[in-house]
């Protein structure tokens, strides 16, 4: 078993929020290591009465956080372990509705899946393509709902889908698609975002995440709309100043430096994937900031998988294959994988392994050609 702290404190209100995670699949605690995400509660439990709640790192004791409503209940299994406050929960972010075309989508995806299971409300403020051919590239068919037979509900294939089983999901059609840099439609968002206040504002959210600082201009649209206590997370899922690509020339470099920065002082707290991550952040923060660590979580749908081998009791199959699943676009440097590939042929041959690349080629299509 291990602890991992996660702090955040609320400058003037004296509040400090520790989290623990154990290594206990089944075990209710406050962070399930299987949670997608659930170590956000450690800055996101600040929300509740502003510091009259307080975790204790001790995973037996029950929960007693209780919110404006005074209503405290048990967690995702059920049972009477521990016990959490529920939380109403804003999540503004660019990509999160279908179709999803990089990994924010499908992180996103994955935080509103957790936090719901753990009886948490979460709405969804999101960008969504405003028809069939925008920029960037083609929208796919949409997925068809229905049972496996193939008779489908028309009903269900007429309503939007809804990941991560979010109690609203707002999804704004945007004239751009599949980008996510300065050339997306990130203004776009925040110009008709104000769209969704009225329902934002009378879901009153305790907390809000928003995701890079695409997300965070969306949020700062919203200000009116949010409560005056609401926290704000900034969820920095990429250090777009650092990244390689992106970045590259000085515009590029003290555009992304302004927007991120900005974003930091927007935050109650910012919360990045990586130490490293953290690190950039605060080599450019000229002060100090409330900041935490969360790593990417080991998703659900994946865990199933392992664990239905191991319930099996036979040995895991044979791998055969050299995987590269990535998105293909020049910032993700697909390439890299085909002159690895290359270098390595006789290798792969030797031991039997064939290289397979996944990626949408939807983003960039002529690189993908290539």
């Known amino acids: 078993m291990f602890g991992r702290e996660l702090i955040a404190y609320k400058e ?9 995670a154990h290594e206990q699949f089944g075990s209710p605690c406050f962070w399930r ?16 009465n502003w510091g009259l709640a307080t975790c204790v790192r001790n995973p037996s004791v029950n929960w007693g956080l209780t919110t404006g409503s005074g209503v405290a209940h048990s967690g995702a299994n059920g049972g009477g372990g521990n016990r959490m406050a529920e939380l109403r929960i804003l999540l503004v972010t660019l990509e999160f509705a279908d179709p999803v075309f990089s990994g924010n989508g499908v992180y996103s995806r994955s935080l509103v899946a957790s936090l719901t299971r753990q009886n948490h409300t979460v709405m969804v403020v999101c960008g969504t393509v405003a028809s069939s051919e925008v920029s960037g590239g083609t929208t796919p068919e949409p997925p068809k709902q229905g049972d496996q037979e193939g008779k489908e509900d028309e009903e269900a294939t007429k309503k939007p889908r809804n990941p991560g089983n979010a109690h609203q999901v707002i999804a704004l059609p945007l004239s751009k ?81 302004t927007q991120e920065l900005s974003s930091i002082e927007w935050a109650t707290a910012t919360v990045t994937l990586t130490k490293q991550d953290l690190r950039l952040l605060q080599r450019a923060h000229p002060g100090l900031f409330r900041s935490g660590v969360l790593l990417p979580p080991l998703r659900q749908e994946i865990h199933l998988i ?26 993700k440097n697909a390439l890299l994988f085909a002159e690895v590939v290359v270098l390595l042929g006789e290798f792969l041959a030797s031991e039997g392994l064939q290289p397979l690349l996944c990626g949408s080629d939807s983003a960039d299509p002529a690189y993908a050609a290539q």
Do not use: H
Request: hydrophobic content about 50%; glycine content about 8%.
């Open 306 to 331: 392992a664990s239905s081998v191991v319930a099996l009791g036979d040995p895991p199959p044979p791998r055969k294959y050299l995987v590269c699943c990535v998105r293909l676009s020049a910032e």
């Open 33 to 48: 290591t299987l949670g997608c995400g659930l170590g956000l509660l450690a800055v996101i439990v600040v929300a509740v």
């Open 177 to 257: 698609w599949y980008r996510l840099d300065k050339d997306s439609a990130w203004k776009e968002f925040a110009q008709v975002v104000g769209s969704a206040g009225p329902t934002v504002a009378a879901f009153a959210p305790q907390v809000v995440l928003a995701v890079d600082w695409s997300g965070v201009a969306a949020a700062k649209a919203l200000a009116r709309s949010l409560p005056a206590r609401c926290v704000r997370v900034f969820m920095n899922f990429r250090v777009y100043f650092a990244s390689a690509g992106l970045a590259d020339s000085p515009q590029d470099r003290e555009f992304y430096t």
């Open 12 to 20: 003037g209100l004296g509040v400090r929020v520790v989290s623990a």
